[in-house]
């Protein structure tokens, strides 16, 4: 009387994965598992070492002294500008952002007819901007 000896379940599964194994090598699936990509994230959190003139403007700007005045200025009486210059669009324009280095004024219209009315109108707008700020604290606005 032989015995054949048990099969557990562990050696079952392994049989399983090498006849999923031979499948796939059968049906032609890859052979290596595709690289995954490696990203490296930047953090500053102050431990890393930052360029001079980073550290330098990251300073200025913390203690207040890198505001620009114009900018500032622009965005504050942008309402009082644009009822100035076209009535009919006061409180459907909003101004969103200036950058002082290239004098460009961000602006967000409610509608798109107040977008269409605001490009028609933007010389004029423009200059009466660049009129309001002074010319030596910033550059002048642009479209």
């Known amino acids: 009387m032989t015995t054949e000896p048990k099969i557990s379940g562990v050696d079952l599964a392994r049989q399983a994965l090498l006849a999923a194994r031979e499948a796939a090598k059968k049906n032609g699936a890859a052979r290596h598992k595709p690289k995954r990509r490696a990203t490296t ?17 990251r300073m200025m700007t913390e203690r207040g002294m890198a505001a620009p005045v114009a900018g500032g200025s622009v965005l504050a009486d942008f309402d009082t500008i ?11 324009v909003q101004a969103v952002a200036f950058d002082a280095e290239t004098g460009r004024l961000d602006v ?14 933007a ?10 700020v002074p010319a030596r604290t910033s550059a002048p606005c642009t479209s």
């Open 82 to 92: 644009l009822a100035a210059v076209v009535p009919e669009l006061a409180g459907r």
């Open 41 to 57: 994230v930047v953090r500053r959190e102050g431990r890393e070492p930052l360029g001079l003139g980073s550290a330098i403007s």
């Open 108 to 121: 967000v219209p409610d509608l798109p007819a107040a977008g269409t009315q605001l490009r028609w109108s």
């Open 123 to 132: 010389p004029k707008l423009i200059a009466a901007a660049n009129e309001k």
